[in-house]
């Protein structure tokens, strides 16, 4: 932190000095209070530690002037006068703490270490709320809601789900398979959420060893091993106000679930090495793809992959289910135009769109790796093709030991519609879709409505079918500017 000394003792305010940048922050020095104001004009502080006494005014005419300042710096006022009356005051008028001198170092440092933990999480609560804010701008998205692409009634439920359950703190447990959009789920309940301007910390308990899982998740003290050579906060502290995020819970050890467990239960952690517990507050968030209710019974047999079952009762206050990819192949086109459109923008690629036979191969895929693997290959596709449609060839064929859809790649062959028929549907939707723009009046948003799609599935089978270029001939049938301006 960069920190400001106000104090007209000169020798404290070295003394503290000295002390701040031993522990890794920069220090300024004042006399008075117009030497404040005059470096709070000049230089940004996260930090102004004031006397209350100075030669040319009281240290709260300076805390006055802190307000004006945007972002704030916090302020602890010290003074050897100390009254209740001066407390009180100090706190309306912004003080973040308040010093009786002398106070003992250890005191202070406590003290600093609070407002260093504050200002950290404020500063990654502002950054996380940028880049959530361009993410969703650059994608497109009015709601995170919108990322689970879909209007099957399994996503539609799963939505509505979300919407009830995310302004509330109760633990949530997502379950489903690997790669079926665990992580987007989770965002969207933070998001969502009272908790959406903080910090929204993710911890992949699968890839944290046995040995380091403990201080990953709850901090250590210096020296309370071999590698800890400084203080350091885990995962807990690090998503305070906000979600923390367990994936793979179900990978957690055995022996370590008691201790996340009571984390869970007290609201409350000690760093390894440490005595005082730490308050907590987080909203927990797990996921897995794994049989948990099987594993609570393992546990009776000491298995190390075991999982406790009280752990088990607590993480699923709320349970949600995220389906898999073949049991909603309706949303999978849907899904593929939002995907298409984000890599278009990506790669400088405008317009890509999957041509009828595309569609429907991937249609009648199993996804095995769920919508993963069709962002895979779909991002292969669209680094590939060299114009704007994505043909077969590009998407690739059924393979022989790939299930579609819960049946083998033959039969899957087998349902595949005509060539001919396929024309015809062509011919039907061709026909729905004019009838549609026609009497939305061109407007392409009433037109989706009527149809009951999303208006970007509906560009999509326009493009598809050639009727984004017949626009000249929409307008006869009644297009207007206004509409025009409407459906932009």
Request: proline residues 4%; glycine residues 8%; contains cysteine.
């Amino acid at each position: 932190m960069n920190v400001l000394i106000v104090d007209d003792n000169l020798s404290l305010a070295r003394g503290l000095a000295t002390f701040l940048k031993q522990e890794g922050h920069s220090a300024a020095i004042a006399a008075s209070v117009a030497e404040g104001r005059a470096l709070l004009a000049k230089f940004l502080y996260d930090l102004v530690i004031t006397d209350l006494k100075l030669p040319d005014d009281l240290g709260l005419e300076l805390i006055k002037t802190t307000r004006t300042i945007e972002p704030p710096p916090e302020v602890i006022l010290m003074t050897a006068y100390g009254t209740i009356e001066t407390a009180v005051e100090a706190m309306k008028l912004g003080a973040f703490d308040y010093l009786t001198k002398p106070v003992p170092i250890e005191e202070f440092a406590f003290r600093i270490n609070r407002v260093a933990r504050l200002r950290a999480a404020g500063n990654r609560s502002r950054a996380l709320e940028t880049a959530n804010n361009d993410l969703l701008e650059a994608a497109g998205l009015a709601s995170p809601l919108d990322e689970l692409t879909g209007t099957s009634s399994a996503i539609t439920a799963l939505k509505e789900m979300i919407r009830k359950t995310a302004p509330y703190p109760s633990t949530v447990l997502i379950t489903g398979e690997t790669g079926s959009g665990k992580e987007l789920v989770a965002r969207a309940l933070h998001m969502l959420s009272p908790r959406a301007e903080k910090a929204f910390v993710r911890v992949n308990c699968a890839s944290i060893s046995d040995t380091l899982f403990e201080s990953e998740l709850f901090g250590h003290e210096k020296g309370a091993f071999t590698d800890a050579r400084e203080r350091r906060i885990g995962r807990f502290e690090a998503a305070e106000g906000g979600t923390l995020f367990l994936d793979e819970v179900g990978e957690v050890p055995i022996h370590l679930q008691a201790k996340l467990l009571r984390a869970l239960q007290e609201k409350e952690i000690t760093r390894v090495g440490g005595e005082q517990p730490i308050r907590v507050d987080v909203r927990i968030i797990a996921a897995t793809n794994r049989d948990l209710e099987k594993m609570t019974k393992d546990a009776f047999h000491n298995d190390t992959k075991a999982f406790r079952e009280d752990l088990l009762y607590r993480l699923s206050v709320i349970r949600l289910n995220v389906p898999p990819l073949r049991d909603r192949p309706g949303d999978i086109p849907a899904i593929a135009i939002r995907m298409l459109e984000r890599f278009g923008r990506e790669f400088g690629k405008h317009g890509l769109a999957l041509s009828p036979a595309a569609e429907r191969e991937l249609i009648h895929r199993g996804w095995r790796g769920n919508v993963r693997e069709l962002k895979n290959v779909l991002e292969r596709a669209a680094v590939l093709t060299e114009g704007t449609s994505i043909g077969i060839d590009l998407i690739g064929s059924v393979s022989n030991d790939r299930s579609v859809n819960g049946v083998s790649s033959q039969e899957a062959t087998a349902i595949v519609p005509s060539a001919g028929l396929m024309e015809k549907l062509a011919e039907v939707e061709r026909s729905l879709i004019e009838g549609a723009l026609t009497r939305a009046g061109g407007v392409k948003a009433r037109a989706a409505d009527e149809l009951c799609i999303p208006r970007t599935n509906l560009i999509y089978r326009m493009k598809r079918l050639g009727l984004l270029s017949e626009n000249a001939s929409i307008k006869k049938h009644g297009e207007s500017d206004a509409g025009d301006t409407e459906d932009r």
